[in-house]
């Protein structure tokens, strides 16, 4: 597109995980050059980095981060596919034990893309190297921000290098958005200035999950592109995924709830695997190869900074991704929250040419909105997590779903409903329409299904 007579010269992105990528992306349509500032050196071929230990595990790019990354890279999906991403049809090939059993198999109403995190960074980096405007500003951390002189805004950042006797040094910029993760000190760096600290949420639900990459045999999956057995609360605090990545290799990921860890000794990884809900996945990884160690991790709190809400803000400065809100990992939705808290971004700077603040972080917090009230909601569920308990109406709406994924075991267009607010096509809202409630209610609870048969 072409830039405007507001055009803001220089913006800096602090963070090269997938929010700044995609926000990246997006500035370079609006400023005219983008800076991406990062503490690793970006690898050339995919690659794990350092400064991403959870690209160790399981990432699932469900259908609506698809959709908003391809609005973002056209065509990004389909070069990952062209790299050896497996295509999953869901729910046809999956095989899906639910907190209330077994899922049916239905026809395909959804795609999945099985992909290394590795995978995904390296594609996005390289669609963004082909933007002019984006450079990256590797070996570097951002300690601190710059006031704007004159004004409350931001007007840069303090960076310094890697090696030990680094000094820091000032870095000009009309916009700055942070995407710095989970250790983001915005909190900190807005005290600092002045604006204070905002408020900020927690519910810690004890996952602590390991993985590990196997080669399997042929037909070791009985057919299935994807096994999921999920636990069942309150009792059952264990769960499992084998999920196709590229290479022929498979990702297996064990979950645990409320202190249950799994253990990251190869005995240990499978002993755990035989003991979840079903063998099944015990089953087909016992004679495969291992690809790799296995991987511990714990940082897996739902957490949000209510930035949005604090009396004052800077212009100049968002704070988007994993800096802003962070989410259970188990639910797959940090990186659909990050495309599409972009792809609003993009939208807040054609209607507001060269500025954002205030009204851009409002829009990124509904962005997260309908994600955190799905994986809290989720882990409420267990005595076990820390966190506000759920209220009445909180308690009657788990009531609500829990039937709802029971009769999706059995009812087609219930389960498409149900699929379409998990995978974020659509609200959680969207499953108390008068179609699907009725289904819902009406809806048999019986017994347990058999697991399906491999497609």
Not at 160 to 169: F, I, L, M, V
Not at 268 to 294: C, H, M, Q
Request: with cysteine.
């Amino acid at each position: 597109m072409s830039l405007s007579t507001h055009t803001p010269r220089h913006a800096v992105v602090i963070g090269g995980s997938v929010a700044g990528l995609c926000a990246a992306r997006v500035l370079a349509d609006h400023v005219e050059s983008v800076t991406v500032v990062d503490r690793d050196d970006f690898p050339a071929e995919p690659a794990v980095r350092k400064g991403l230990p959870q690209a160790h595990h399981l990432h699932v790019l469900i259908p609506a981060g698809q959709d908003a990354l391809d609005r973002l890279f056209p065509g990004v999906i389909a070069g990952l596919h062209e790299r050896g991403a497996v295509p999953v049809a869901a729910p046809t090939e999956v095989l899906y034990l639910s907190p209330t059993g077994w899922r049916d198999q239905f026809p395909a109403t959804h795609r999945l893309v099985g992909a290394s995190r590795e995978l995904i960074d390296w594609a996005l980096r390289q669609r963004l190297v082909e933007y002019g405007r984006v450079r990256f500003r590797t070996g570097h951390e951002v300690v601190g921000l710059l006031p704007a002189a004159g004004a409350p805004a931001v007007g840069g950042v303090m960076l310094r290098g890697r090696s030990p006797n680094a000094e820091p040094e000032p870095l000009a910029a009309d916009l700055v958005v942070d995407a710095s993760g989970r250790t983001s000190r915005a909190c900190d760096w807005l005290d600092q200035l002045g604006y204070g600290r905002p408020k900020e949420s927690r519910v810690e639900s004890g996952l602590a999950y390991a993985s590990r990459r196997y080669s399997l045999p042929e037909g070791a999956t009985g057919g299935w592109k994807l096994i999921l057995l999920m636990p069942k609360a309150p009792d059952v605090r264990r769960a499992g995924v084998l999920y196709p990545i590229e290479g022929g290799k498979w990702m297996v990921t064990l979950g645990g709830l409320g202190g249950d860890v799994p253990p990251t000794d190869e005995k240990g990884f499978l002993e755990f695997a035989r003991n979840l809900r079903s063998p099944v996945l015990y089953e087909a990884i016992k004679n495969g190869t291992p690809d790799s160690p296995v991987h511990g991790y714990r940082r897996t709190a739902n957490h949000r900074r209510h930035f949005e809400s604090m009396p004052r803000w800077p212009d100049g400065l968002l704070v988007v991704g994993d800096a802003a809100c962070t989410f259970n990992p188990v639910y797959g939705q940090g990186m659909t929250v990050a495309a599409q808290a972009a792809v609003l971004l993009d939208k807040h700077l054609r209607a507001n040419p060269g500025t954002f603040g205030r009204v851009a972080q409002a829009a990124v917090a509904r962005c997260s909105g309908a994600p955190w009230q799905i994986a809290t909601g989720a882990d409420l569920r267990y005595p076990t997590t820390v966190g506000p308990r759920p209220s009445w109406a909180a308690r009657l709406g788990n009531w609500y779903l829990d039937r709802t994924s029971d009769v999706a075991n059995r009812d087609e267009y219930v389960a498409r409903a149900f699929a379409d607010v998990l995978y974020l096509v659509v609200p959680p809202t969207a499953l108390f329409r008068p179609g699907v409630a009725l289904r819902v209610f009406r809806g048999t609870r019986g017994p347990a299904l058999p697991a399906p048969t491999a497609p």
